[in-house]
């Protein structure tokens, strides 16, 4: 037999089992659906749980003055608006007590399920709402990337934090245009927090601080390579971006894998797609390899049939066709409840988690309600792109196919069985069921309106008016059904939209104000002028008009003309004094008695073109323009340019002081604490004067200008960690510089100093105090946070 047959018998066979097990599932569902048993049962349940959920209204309250609730899409308010109500307990207990049932498929009833969901919940309610009153309601740190690095240090795990946030920004550069690069984003963050979820839950009071730092390592690494499948199989297979003979290759690849063990090689393909495909198969097969690498030898063969079966169902379901009238309702169905539970499943098999005792039971029941859920959510989207699932076909067919089981009758069937059955009628987890799923309804009919949600129901409950009528009630009527877990997802959605925008103004701007800049800095040559003027201006020309990235100007620009609503024009004189000021420490800096540089701005150096002397000559120039330029400060306050004009003195003194700092440190190792002072001297002073000199023209107040200050500090300070790294790393033509010139001059650097991981390290946690620092200030500079990231993530 030939050994594609022999895979692919092997893997029909690991697939009837599992469809064995799901059929008599269904069947047992099928049988309770059309016995209607979960009408009367759920009624009763509903009817109970209405008793927490559906109020009466006093008139009185018509004339008290009690707070309004919150908008449940403004997160911070509604954080503190729960709070200040009494609400966030409960609301915090509901939801945590849902994701240890549906991730993590503990027993609420379970004693010690039950203390440890409380303990999370305080932790989770320390940490949304700080004791500290002047920042309350701010947005927790930990769903930003400052505030994943600081737990990551409190954790010891800084190095992986650094590798993971590398990873997510490749992966999102590598997001065809054709799919929801946000929705790609935000599912491979789920799974990676889902993962290290499981293993936190694994681990107790007697694990030690050693075996904790590396098992979360090991979770992050985990949930990465085991996330990665959702954007770069499932995702990519449902898209569009690919040929029908790229999937049927690319499918075939993925089978092989998993029932060999092996990832086959990238050989010939058959489409136009290869270079996202080189991409995705070098990160899936070093990911394949490290989660294959962590498994047990009796586990193994497991978690590759686990995985088989999760996507062999995948795949059954994606090649479905709506036009398809014939598909049976097992055929619909039994897909789903394989993947929905053994996705689940495969998370326990891949972090090697200890048996649990009613896990795999629970999981697999468990599944499809979570699945049913999902596509009903998703119903419009599937309808608009075509895709078979219960929901979309008994929209298309119920008028002709009257065998077709009703979704939502299943959907209401599984919660029944589920909270009766699987629960042992658990009050604790008839309340968090309920909870969701009468605010899944809610959400439902608040996303498509009240009109369409109607007739949708009149679609689907038309068969149980009384039941449907119950349901419809709690939907107008109950509140605290709303859950934390989709109040973050929904805020990652919004924030990761926002920061696309942000990035994309960010760039444009960069790109629009470094033109203008550019456009301003050409020294004229009157006519008339004496020659050895001439050659002094050509000189200051052929430096200031080489490849810079205007950094500095750049940001007095924004912080002046966007922050403060200073009029461009107005500040123009400020701008070329900064270029001016920071050319002529550029030309300094590269002379031979200093750093002996051969190349600025992808050029040869000043002192090369011409000589030192000329060189010296010129920066000196530079600096007297840049006076002349400051001076010419007309439209604002006199005392203002006066104090602008002491201030820029004094940090060009400070500037010169470092350059000293750095020259006599050549060939002598400096302290961290040395080479930080030296290097905000020569660096961060720079982007000081840059968002200061703005704010004085604007005269905010003093508390603006330290917090400006402070940012400048570590922003300044990052920027130079990462020179130190790029001059170890990076390639001299991108740099428009030679590289390793730090080595050759025997400079103290941090990379010297450190090492380059522990320097990546240190300029992390400046990245972090920056981002802390602009909190302080009273107003959103969104740029400033851009900023940051293109200091720590740029390539010259």
């Known amino acids: 037999m030939h050994m594609n047959e022999k895979i692919t018998d092997q893997g029909e066979t690991v697939y009837r ?126 769903i930003s990337v400052a505030g994943f690095f600081r737990w990551a240090q409190k954790e010891g795990i800084e190095t992986t934090a650094i590798w993971l946030i590398e990873k997510l920004k490749n992966v999102a550069t590598h997001i065809p245009k054709e799919m929801d690069a946000d929705q790609a984003e935000r599912k491979l963050i789920k799974i ?124 059954i379901d994606r090649n479905k066709e709506i036009n398809n009238t014939e598909y049976s309702n097992e055929e619909l169905y039994i897909p789903i409840i394989i993947k929905s539970s053994s996705s689940r499943l495969i998370v326990r098999s891949v ?14 029941y468990y599944g499809i309600y979570n699945q049913l859920a999902d596509d009903f959510a998703d119903m419009f989207d599937d309808m608009k792109d075509g895709a078979v ?113 942000e990035k994309e103004d960010f760039q444009r701007t960069v790109h629009t104000v470094r033109d203008q800049i550019n456009e301003l800095l050409k020294i004229p040559r009157p006519d008339g002028i004496p020659p050895m003027k001439e050659s002094l201006i050509e000189a200051a020309n052929y430096s200031l008009t080489g490849d810079g990235k205007r950094i500095r100007p750049i940001l007095t620009w924004v912080l002046g003309v966007e922050v403060y609503g200073l ?85 060009a003194e400070d500037m010169c002081m470092g350059q000293v700092m750095d020259l006599q440190s050549k060939g002598i190792p400096l302290t961290l604490e040395q080479l930080n002072m030296m290097c905000f001297y020569k660096t961060g002073l720079a982007f000081e004067a840059s968002l200061v000199m703005p704010a004085i023209l604007a005269e905010v107040q003093p508390a603006e200008i330290t917090a400006l200050k402070t940012f400048a500090y570590h922003a300044g300070i990052a920027f130079q960690i990462k020179d130190d790294l790029l001059d170890l790393e990076g390639d001299h033509q991108l740099l428009g510089k030679n590289t390793r010139m730090d080595v050759e001059n025997n400079n103290s650097t941090f990379v010297s100093i450190l090492g380059p991981e522990a320097a990546r390290i240190e300029m992390w946690d400046h990245y972090c105090h920056a981002v802390e620092a602009l909190g302080a200030i009273p107003r959103k500079i969104t740029f400033l946070k851009h900023l940051l990231d293109y200091i720590i993530s740029r390539n010259r």
Request: charged share 25%; glycine share 4%.
């Open 567 to 651: 009029q461009p024009a107005a500040i123009e004189p400020l701008l070329r004094s900064l270029e001016f000021m920071h050319t002529a420490s550029l030309i300094f800096d590269d002379l031979p008695s200093q750093d002996n540089a051969s190349t600025r701005r992808g050029r040869p150096t000043l002192h090369q073109v011409h000589n030192s002397a000329t060189a010296e000559l010129t920066g000196l120039y530079l600096i007297q323009k840049a006076i002349q330029e400051q001076a010419s400060l007309k439209a604002f306050n006199p005392e203002t340019v006066l104090a602008l004009m002491r201030y820029s003195a004094e940090k």
């Open 17 to 142: 089992v599992a469809e064995l097990k799901a059929a008599q599932y269904f069947a047992s569902l099928n049988i309770q659906v059309m016995d209607k048993t979960y009408i009367p049962a759920l009624t009763k349940d509903i009817l109970l749980w209405k008793r927490n959920h559906v109020h009466k209204i006093s008139w009185l309250s018509f004339f008290s003055r009690g707070k309004k609730s919150a908008d449940s899409r403004d997160y911070d308010k509604y954080i503190a608006w729960l709070n200040d109500n009494g609400k966030l307990d409960d609301y915090l207990d509901r939801s945590i007590s849902y994701i240890y049932m549906r991730d993590l498929g503990k027993a609420l009833d379970d004693p010690r399920t039950k203390a440890r969901i409380q303990r999370v919940v305080t932790d989770t309610k320390n940490h949304l709402v700080p004791s500290d009153a002047t920042v309350r309601g701010s947005r927790p740190e930990s």
């Open 351 to 364: 972090i090697g988690a200890q048996a649990d005792e009613g896990f795999d039971e629970r999981t697999f």
């Open 389 to 501: 699932t219960p929901y979309t076909y008994y929209l298309k067919y119920r008028h002709e196919r009257s065998d077709l089981i009703n979704p939502y009758e299943l959907y209401w069937t599984v919660i029944c069985h589920l909270i009766h059955n699987v629960y042992h009628s658990d009050s604790k987890t008839l309340e968090v069921i309920l909870d969701r799923a009468i605010n899944g309804l809610k959400r439902c009919k608040a996303r498509i309106g009240t009109e369409k949600y109607n007739e949708i129901m009149g679609i689907f409950a038309s068969g149980n008016p009384e039941f449907n009528q119950l349901v419809q009630q709690m939907v107008r009527k109950a509140d605290q059904v709303d859950f934390f877990d989709k109040l973050l997802r929904d805020q990652i959605n919004t924030d990761l939209k926002n920061n696309r925008k």
């Open 192 to 315: 990676i927090v889902g993962v290290v979820l499981h293993v936190v839950e694994d681990m107790d009071e007697n694990t030690t601080s050693a075996e904790r730092t590396r098992r979360l390592d090991e979770a992050i690494r985990i949930g990465y390579s085991y996330g990665l499948t959702y954007p770069f199989i499932d995702d990519l297979l449902d898209s569009k971006v690919l040929t029908a003979p790229e999937k049927e290759q690319y499918s075939s690849m993925i089978r092989t894998a998993l029932l060999t063990g092996g990832v086959p090689e990238l050989n010939e393909w058959p489409g136009m797609n290869m270079e996202i495909i080189q991409y995705v198969h070098a990160e899936l097969t070093n990911a394949f390899e490290y989660i294959k690498s962590l498994q047990k030898p009796e586990t193994e063969t497991t978690f590759f049939e686990q995985s088989y079966v999760f996507f062999h169902s995948q795949d």
